[in-house]
């Protein structure tokens, strides 16, 4: 069993300065875990932020092949962790060993996806206009850009995936194939398995002849302000609640270098039941959307929270199948007490807020948590009440009636932003209902069809993004290749020698990329 030691990651250094000692808890027991974690002071953070920034230039200097060496000997060293790992990650979480093992295939999974990435080179989104002397009135000087890693990254590990959107996840995956160093702070709820996976980066990048301070992680409650304030920090990449992105959004905000903050923050991805669709597979329908409302104890972040359907006979029947589906759903232990609070809380605001109606489910204790379904009037939603809107973060969801369909384009239009949006119909009415897609493009960074939001593919094409509230930043994604983008900006050589020249830009290609040239694409033409 690998010893805890809970000191922070700092420069390819270990420190434990500060006074503060912090414990990680068993999420079912309360019992605290073995080992000790440092909470970082301010000097700490300082000297992580410093020894990111010492390690910028050498790292968005290393040739892509290399980092996407270093990428895969990070997913080799995931993979490589043994069962106490995952008996860790259990404790620390009270997610099921096959969850984790998932979520560790994914992590490493993702790593070796931006290894690609690097090696086929279309991350650096090469342009070329050649030089034209002979152009009248004026002639035009040779210009080339492409695309450079922003600097170090501050990223904020995640309650809900201990792996995947933590210390190894998609924000440091997608960092560091940017050529960006990193800075994590380690989430509270599972620091121990944050120090697992901070071990095993730090073998790799010593493996991989990476510099000092490619990596930093630091432990403790407060010390986040202090990262996002440190001018060394160029971008922010969070998971996490609407509260807490928006408090660091506002920091990025304020320095005297404002920087970006890619927050995923709040969605209830709402799912549209059509009436064809609960007429022909009503109770399917049923049975599938309840595993999905309580996958995970409904601890993620494409959650089904709302759920609209027209007033039809199919939709009353599909009503009372929900309830009984619903109503046979397990209690389940979730991350932490704190979200067991939370949870807690927001089931509390359901139950006693007027026009909403509780429909099943056992009453909420203090152990674990109950799945939980209400049914809410289609005025609070059409009224703009921000109660719907709210993610209660657990297995809980909220049922909507609408009288048509021009009652049901005006629900969709009084949505906020959103990470996904379902659309569950029949082949052959949903030729009908295509003015639903324009809507919903309108409104989330993934429209669904005849499927479940609960599972985020990471591919080339996925989008887990979308406009406010679901994050701060529409125009980026936290899952998939497109991630890379968030981490990198666009800088133009003009009249520059050829040998002075990124290979990237150079005549002859020698990295054999893609690249855009006079106005046409030209393809790589050397192997893999």
């Known amino acids: 069993m690998t010893r805890i030691l809970g000191h922070n990651y700092i420069g390819g250094q270990r420190s434990a300065h500060g006074e503060i000692r912090l414990e990680s808890l068993?999420?079912?027991?309360?019992?605290?875990?073995?080992?000790?974690?440092?909470?970082?002071?301010?000097?700490?953070?300082?000297?992580?932020?410093?020894?990111?920034?010492?390690?910028?230039?050498?790292?968005?200097?290393?040739?892509?092949?290399?980092?996407?060496?270093?990428?895969?000997?990070?997913?080799?060293?995931?993979?490589?962790?043994?069962?106490?790992?995952?008996?860790t990650v259990c404790r620390e979480t009270?997610?099921?060993?096959?969850?984790?093992?998932?979520?560790?295939?994914?992590?490493?999974?993702?790593?070796?996806?931006?290894?690609?990435?690097?090696?086929?080179?279309?991350?650096?989104g090469a342009r070329i206009d050649r030089a034209l002397p002979d152009r009248q009135p004026l002639p035009r000087p040779d210009l080339r850009q492409y695309r450079i890693g922003v600097g170090p990254v501050a990223v904020f590990g995640a309650s809900n995936f201990p792996l995947a959107f933590s210390t190894a996840g998609g924000d440091t995956a997608s960092a560091l194939a940017a050529g960006c160093p990193v800075v994590?702070?380690?989430?509270?709820g599972h620091m121990a398995t944050a120090e697992w996976v901070a071990d095993a980066i730090i073998r790799a990048a010593e493996r991989t002849g990476m510099p000092a301070g490619v990596f930093n992680m630091i432990y403790g409650g407060g010390v986040g302000e202090w990262l996002v304030k440190h001018p060394a920090i160029q971008a922010v990449g969070f998971t996490g609640s609407l509260k807490g992105g928006n408090a660091l959004s506002r920091l990025a905000a304020e320095r005297a270098q404002p920087i970006p903050v890619f927050a995923e923050m709040s969605s209830i991805n709402p799912v549209i039941l059509l009436p064809e669709a609960l007429q022909a597979r009503g109770d399917n329908i049923a049975r599938d959307l309840s595993a999905s409302v309580v996958m995970g104890c409904g601890q993620f972040c494409t959650n089904p929270g709302l759920i609209l359907g027209l007033r039809s006979p199919a939709?009353?029947?599909?009503?009372?199948?929900?309830?009984?589906?619903?109503?046979?759903?397990?209690?389940?232990?979730?991350?932490?007490?704190?979200?067991l609070a939370s949870y807690r809380k927001g089931l509390e605001h359901l139950r006693t807020y007027p026009g909403v109606r509780h429909l099943a489910g056992s009453a909420q204790g203090d152990h674990q948590a109950q799945p939980q379904l209400f049914q809410?009037?289609?005025?609070?939603?059409?009224?703009?009440?921000?109660?719907?809107?709210?993610?209660?973060?657990?297995?809980?969801?909220?049922?909507?009636?609408?009288?048509?369909?021009?009652?049901?384009?005006?629900?969709?239009?009084?949505?906020?932003?959103?990470?996904?949006?379902t659309l569950i119909g029949e082949?052959?009415?949903?030729?009908n209902w295509g003015w639903l897609g324009e809507l919903l493009q309108e409104k989330v960074g993934r429209v669904l069809l005849n499927g479940y939001p609960t599972g985020v593919e990471v591919c080339d094409a996925m989008v887990h993004g979308g406009p406010y509230p679901a994050t701060s930043d529409a125009r980026g994604t936290?899952?998939?290749?497109?991630?890379?983008?968030?981490?990198?900006?666009?800088?133009?050589?003009?009249?520059?020698?050829?040998?002075?020249?990124?290979?990237?830009?150079?005549?002859?290609?020698?990295?054999?990329?893609?690249?855009?040239?006079?106005?046409?694409?030209q393809h790589a033409t050397l192997a893999d």
């Open 26 to 87: 068993d999420a079912a027991t309360g019992e605290a875990l073995p080992g000790v974690f440092s909470q970082a002071t301010e000097a700490e953070v300082d000297a992580a932020a410093k020894a990111a920034a010492s390690a910028f230039p050498l790292y968005r200097n290393v040739p892509a092949s290399r980092r996407a060496e270093f990428l895969d000997a990070i997913a080799d060293e995931l993979d490589d962790l043994g069962d106490d790992f995952v008996a």
């Open 94 to 124: 009270a997610l099921p060993a096959g969850r984790i093992q998932g979520e560790r295939s994914r992590t490493s999974g993702q790593m070796r996806l931006f290894a690609k990435v690097l090696r086929r080179g279309d991350f650096y």
């Open 184 to 188: 994590v702070k380690a989430h509270s």
């Open 315 to 339: 939709f009353s029947a599909f009503v009372e199948q929900f309830k009984a589906h619903m109503a046979d759903q397990q209690a389940q232990t979730m991350l932490n007490r704190g979200t």
């Open 376 to 421: 809410a009037d289609i005025s609070l939603l059409l009224g703009g009440d921000e109660l719907l809107q709210e993610e209660v973060f657990g297995p809980a969801t909220v049922l909507i009636e609408v009288a048509d369909a021009q009652q049901l384009a005006a629900a969709i239009q009084a949505l906020r932003g959103q990470l996904t949006a």
């Open 427 to 431: 082949a052959h009415e949903l030729p």
């Open 478 to 521: 936290s899952v998939g290749t497109l991630a890379i983008d968030r981490f990198l900006r666009p800088v133009c050589f003009q009249n520059y020698p050829d040998a002075l020249l990124p290979p990237a830009l150079q005549n002859a290609n020698p990295l054999g990329i893609s690249r855009l040239v006079d106005g046409e694409m």
